[in-house]
């Protein structure tokens, strides 16, 4: 017989948007389980998103997940801008007055992971949700498999599909697995990671006539650096010289530090919102809900944003029987959530070249970018849209 677990709110998916979900509702005194399919150290240890928005890190530190984002992290007050041979600094606390924190989502993660342990919360790993059920009654369900093939059913009074681009819960939710609005990019990022000390402070961004490329930090001695390249590129197939002579040559003016290259990874650029967020009491929240290609650092922002949303609407739902917020949780979420959409497609489209790109387009770039770096007001919507607006009722 199919063992039934009971608690209640089932979480699908231990990502920055599921454990932070447990985290906060666990002050709240609401007891929750979270599943993965992954290990603990599987999760620990994917490198994916870097940059927090200030409301991330004082959601992060003032719930007590992680006050090492503010030791171990490091401050940006800004960012660079280049084309044409030149650097343009957009000086994010000059003009808005924030900042963003360079902390990795693997280091977000093992603070969550550590916080939820420590709180004897469950947390369960290797275990593999095959859908949802019951999304319109008022005990929807998930059905998983764990590590050993055995089924079981986690019963709950509200189930959240925090499981990522490929979510099992959307289909409880939408109605399909893929039900949403989509767009994809001809181009992907080529991303390495290298021994070598920061070739800059700060992000540089560039645009260049062979494409864009992105120079990041990660710590004193290890780097993350990206190129933008063909999605069906073998990333074995560049030597490390390739690699360190296309970055140089991005970047021209500008010299980079190199170091041997101990990881590469290509990743694919698509912009995706689901048609619903929410079915009765299942509700899709991160990337799950929403994917948006990494080129204005929104992914896990976002994830966080609409956690902090549904936390208040499922406190009010399951402490207080109101459901007023829950049910304003979609049109609410969907505000920012087509704004991030906005800016990742903007910063995407004005930094890099599209393969049938006319030189009308190129130029047209270029008079883009002298009019977000010349002016006052394109420089500030940048900082403003980066450093991320107010998160609900703070
Ligand atoms: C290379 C890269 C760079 C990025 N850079 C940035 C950045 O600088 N800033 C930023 O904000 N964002 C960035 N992002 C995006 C960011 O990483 C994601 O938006 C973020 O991880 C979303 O969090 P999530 O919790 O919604 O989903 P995920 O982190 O994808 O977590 C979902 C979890 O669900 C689990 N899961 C999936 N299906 C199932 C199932 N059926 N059963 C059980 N478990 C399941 C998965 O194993 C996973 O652990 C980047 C992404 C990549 C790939």
Same mark, same amino acid.
């Given at each position: 017989m199919t063992e039934t677990t009971?608690t209640?709110v089932?979480?699908? +998916?231990?990502?920055p948007?599921?454990l932070l979900?447990?985290h =906060?509702?666990a002050?709240?005194?609401?007891?929750s389980i &979270?599943i993965d399919?992954?290990t603990r150290?599987?999760?620990?240890?994917?490198?994916r998103a870097?940059i927090l928005e200030?409301?991330?890190?004082e959601v992060?530190?003032? #719930?007590?997940?992680?006050?090492r984002?503010?030791?171990v992290g490091s401050?940006?007050e800004?960012?660079e801008?280049?084309?044409?041979g030149e650097?343009?600094?957009i000086?994010?606390? #000059?003009?808005v007055?924030?900042s963003v !924190?360079l902390?990795?989502q693997?280091e977000v993660? $093992?603070?969550?992971?550590a916080a939820?342990i420590?709180?004897g919360?469950?947390?369960?790993?290797?275990?593999?949700?095959?859908?949802?059920d019951?999304?319109g009654t008022?005990?929807?369900s998930i059905?998983?498999?764990?590590?050993?093939g055995?089924?079981? &059913?986690?019963?709950?009074e509200f189930?959240?599909g925090a499981d990522?681009?490929?979510?099992?819960?959307?289909a409880? &939710?939408?109605?399909?697995a893929? +039900? +949403?609005y989509?767009r994809?990019?001809p181009?992907?990022?080529?991303g390495?990671l290298?021994e070598?000390p920061p070739?800059?402070?700060e992000?540089?961004y560039?645009n260049?006539?062979? +494409?864009?490329?992105?120079?990041?930090?990660?710590?004193?001695?290890i780097?993350?650096?990206?190129?933008q390249?063909d999605p069906?590129l073998?990333?074995n197939?560049?030597s490390?010289?390739?690699i360190?002579?296309?970055?140089? #040559?991005? &970047?021209?003016?500008?010299?980079?530090?190199e170091?041997p290259?101990?990881?590469?990874?290509?990743?694919?650029f698509?912009?995706f919102?689901?048609h619903e967020?929410?079915r009765?009491?299942?509700a899709?929240?991160?990337?799950?809900a929403?994917?948006?290609?990494?080129?204005g650092a $929104?992914g896990?922002?976002?994830?966080v944003?609409?956690v902090v949303? =549904?936390?208040r609407?499922l406190?009010a739902l399951?402490?207080?029987d109101?459901?007023?917020l829950l049910e304003?949780?979609?049109?609410?979420a969907?505000?920012?959530? !087509? $704004?991030?959409?906005?800016f990742?497609w903007w910063?995407?489209?004005?930094?890099?070249?599209?393969p049938?790109a006319s030189d009308f387009?190129?130029?047209?770039?270029?008079?883009e970018?002298?009019?977000?770096?010349?002016?006052?007001?394109?420089s500030?919507?940048?900082?403003e849209?980066y450093?991320g !607006?107010?998160?609900?009722?703070?």
């Open positions: 009971r209640r089932a979480i699908i +998916g231990a990502g948007a599921g979900l447990s =906060l509702l002050e709240a005194g609401i007891d &979270v399919q992954r150290d599987e999760i620990e240890h994917t490198i870097g200030q409301g991330t890190v992060l530190r003032e #719930s007590g997940a992680s006050d984002v503010l030791t401050r940006h800004g960012i801008l280049r084309f044409a650097g343009h600094r000086d994010f606390e #000059s003009l007055g924030r !924190w902390y990795p693997h993660l $093992k603070d969550l992971i939820r420590a709180a919360q469950d947390l369960r790993f290797g275990v593999t949700a095959t859908r949802v019951g999304a008022d005990r929807p059905v998983a498999t764990d590590a050993g055995r089924e079981f &059913v986690i019963e709950a189930v959240v990522g681009s490929r979510s099992v819960a959307r409880a &939710v939408t109605g399909s893929t +039900g +949403g989509f994809e990019y181009f992907a990022w080529f390495i290298c070598a070739s800059s402070d992000l540089i560039s260049s006539p062979d +494409g864009f490329a992105l120079i990041s930090q990660r710590s004193a001695t780097q993350r650096m990206y190129l390249c069906e073998d990333p197939s560049m490390d010289r390739q360190w002579d296309d970055l140089q #040559s991005r &970047v021209d003016g500008h010299t980079l530090i170091g290259i101990f990881q590469r990874d290509v990743l694919r698509r912009s919102v689901a967020l929410l009765g009491r299942v899709l929240i991160g990337d799950a929403h994917t948006v290609p990494p080129t $929104k896990m922002n976002l994830a944003a609409d949303l =549904l936390d609407a406190r399951l402490l207080d109101d459901s007023r304003a949780f979609p049109e609410t969907l505000r920012r959530i !087509w $704004k991030a959409q906005h990742s910063m995407t489209s004005m930094l890099h070249s599209t049938d387009d190129r130029l047209r770039q270029l008079g970018l002298r009019s977000v770096v010349e002016s006052e007001a394109g500030r919507y940048l900082a849209a450093t !607006w107010p998160l609900a009722g703070r």
